[in-house]
């Protein structure tokens, strides 16, 4: 063999040598050889360190973390069917929802559930908590009154922290605030927000855009017969949208309204008095884009004030004693229908000025002007002993005072035969008095005006009839 040739076979022999450890080491026939790494499947969504705290008679906290970014949503109810829920869109790894409008002594069952961007979704297991009982009230009793039978009554001497005033011509003398009561508080309460409006249609349809509630921070709250919208503020407002045909589509909650109402947190006053409050619970007939209600308590009112109070009240037989304070309510971008104003006020200044059954609220309109004394119904007492008492307005919202009033003794006792509201008819001392008081009895009852009449016919009858024989 030639040098040559032996050349050519050695780099031949060397080639195959260097393929070898390719071969032995090349994937099996069929197999990928890409270079990338493939890895197929997800990591599961995952709620954990589920706790409820900030349990009182009607709230609880509810808290929880996920292993990555998701939504908020708790079903709660009195049994494992739970009924309600509520829900936040935005998305985050620690996750907190309120429970508001529970009932105190009760065990709620609930559950948390979360939903990542994917749509994978995490559920836990039922939970349970229950909420705390309010410890009993004990209420005061009324302390007996000079010439009152024992407290209560609009009728005896009364004492309070007022004295005469002068006054004014033709009007009935009016309480005597004292100087140093110079007290006015105000809050605005933001009434809806971007993206919520209810019968700007005129059919009743509401819309709650989720994105505007979560920037305003309010919670809402589907329940299967509503939707509760609270707006929280310092403080806030509750709306309750009623109707059973609503939707959650394209981030909005949809759907016809049969009726719709909002109540207003307490608004707290601390006042020479003591400590007051003061709430709003109306009819909302429209919302049409956001407003808010401008509340004010007042504790000196102005003598005009005063005056409009004692017009309606002496219109009605009644002499004002006492003005505890009036609370205010002027409306921007916000209608309002029937309402229901709630007073709070220490029991010993009622105890005071005439008892329970001397408190009325009244109401001066701020489009007309006109005078009303409300239906004011005694609501017991609260958790701090206070008085509870609540004024039915059927024409909505304006100023309305919370005053006491006693009966015109003084004129009753000069006039027996004049009769007062509140007064106990005492007027049949004399012929006269007899005869006014048949008279206002035949015209309250018409009918009885007719039995009289026929009786008057049968006696003269019967009489002429005998003289005949």
């Not at 939707?247 to 009726?259: A, C, E």
């Not at 956001?290 to 009112?301: A, C, D, H, Q, V």
């Not at 002496?314 to 304070?325: E, K, M, V």
């Given at each position: 063999m030639t040098a040559k040739k032996k050349s050519l076979v050695f780099i031949i022999f060397f080639c195959c040598l260097l393929t070898v450890p390719v071969f032995l080491s090349g994937p099996a026939a069929g197999a990928v050889t890409s270079g990338a790494v493939a890895i197929s499947g997800t990591i599961p969504l995952v709620t954990y360190n589920v706790s409820v705290s900030g349990i009182d008679w009607t709230n609880a906290i509810v808290t929880w973390q996920t292993n990555e970014n998701a939504n908020s949503t708790v079903a709660y109810g009195t049994t494992t069917s739970y009924g309600s829920l509520i829900t936040n869109g935005g998305m985050t790894g620690s996750h907190t929802i309120s429970l508001y409008n529970l009932t105190p002594g009760t065990v709620y069952h609930y559950i948390v559930i979360s939903f990542d961007p994917a749509g994978n979704r995490a559920v836990s297991t039922d939970l349970t908590f229950t909420t705390t009982s309010p410890s009993p009230t004990v209420v005061p009793t009324p302390s007996g009154r000079a010439g009152g039978g024992g407290g209560g009554g609009r009728y005896g001497t009364f004492t309070g922290l007022f004295g005469p005033q002068q006054q004014q011509p033709g009007q009935p003398e009016l309480p005597q605030q004292l100087p140093s009561q110079n007290i006015q508080i105000f809050q605005r309460y933001p009434v809806g927000f971007q993206g919520l409006q209810y019968n700007a249609d005129g059919y009743g349809t509401l819309i709650v855009g989720i994105e505007g509630a979560q920037t305003a921070g309010a919670r809402v709250t589907v329940f299967?017969?509503?939707?509760?919208?609270?707006?929280?503020?310092?403080?806030?407002?509750?709306?309750?949208?009623?109707?059973?045909?609503?939707?959650?589509?394209?981030?909005?909650?949809?759907?016809?309204?049969?009726?719709?109402?909002?109540?207003?947190?307490?608004?707290?006053?601390?006042?020479?008095?003591?400590?007051?409050?003061?709430?709003?619970?109306?009819?909302?007939?429209?919302?049409?884009?956001?407003?808010?209600?401008?509340?004010?308590?007042?504790?000196?009112?102005?003598?005009?004030?005063?005056?409009?109070?004692?017009?309606?009240?002496?219109?009605?037989?009644?002499?004002?004693?006492?003005?505890?304070?009036?609370?205010?309510?002027?409306?921007?971008?916000?209608?309002?229908?029937?309402?229901?104003?709630?007073?709070?006020?220490?029991?010993?200044?009622?105890?005071?000025?005439?008892g329970k059954d001397a408190v009325i609220v009244t109401r001066i309109s701020d489009e007309t002007g006109k005078q009303e004394l409300l239906d004011t119904v005694y609501g017991g007492l609260d958790t701090q002993g206070n008085m509870i008492f609540r004024g039915d307005s059927p024409n909505g919202t304006s100023l309305f005072g919370l005053v006491t009033a006693e009966a015109y003794a003084a004129e009753q006792k000069a006039n027996p035969n004049v009769t007062y509201v509140g007064v106990s008819r005492s007027s049949m001392v004399t012929n006269l008095g007899m005869f006014g008081w048949l008279a206002e009895i035949i015209l309250e009852y018409p009918v009885l005006l007719i039995g009289v009449i026929a009786l008057l016919a049968v006696i003269v009858y019967f009489g002429w009839w005998k003289r005949k024989l």
């Open positions: 299967p017969d509503r939707v509760e919208i609270y707006q929280h503020h310092s403080p806030g407002v509750l709306f309750t949208f009623w109707g059973y045909n609503l939707t959650i589509n394209n981030g909005n909650i949809t759907g016809p309204v049969s009726r719709a109402e909002f109540v207003t947190d307490p608004m707290n006053a601390t006042l020479a008095l003591g400590n007051v409050s003061g709430s709003v619970h109306a009819a909302l007939p429209a919302l049409i884009q956001p407003g808010y209600l401008n509340i004010t308590i007042t504790e000196k009112l102005s003598t005009d004030t005063l005056n409009q109070f004692q017009s309606i009240l002496g219109d009605n037989g009644l002499q004002l004693t006492s003005a505890a304070y009036s609370l205010n309510v002027e409306k921007v971008n916000v209608t309002t229908g029937p309402a229901n104003i709630t007073f709070t006020i220490p029991a010993s200044w009622v105890n005071q000025n005439g």
